[in-house]
């Protein structure tokens, strides 16, 4: 998108809530997205996956990418 819009969350938001409903906002268009608990989640689908079922669970080189990243945003 660059300078044609804007991307930002609701006042006070992050971009899932635990208890209440949470916007994203892209220009004009408003996006609502129903509350989760992330951490539940996740971990229901590491067990579904112990348990040899389908499951969601993201390779180990996706949560190293992840760390390093945050460590640049961290150390600039």
Sequence with gaps: MGSTAAMRTGDGEAFTL???DATLMIGDTVETFAP?????LMVQDVSAAIRG?????????SSLRVAEILDS???T
């Design 36 to 40: 989760d608990d992330a951490f539940a």
């Design 18 to 20: 635990w208890k209440q």
């Design 73 to 75: 945003i961290r150390t």
């Design 53 to 61: 079922e389908s499951a969601e669970v993201f390779p180990t080189s």
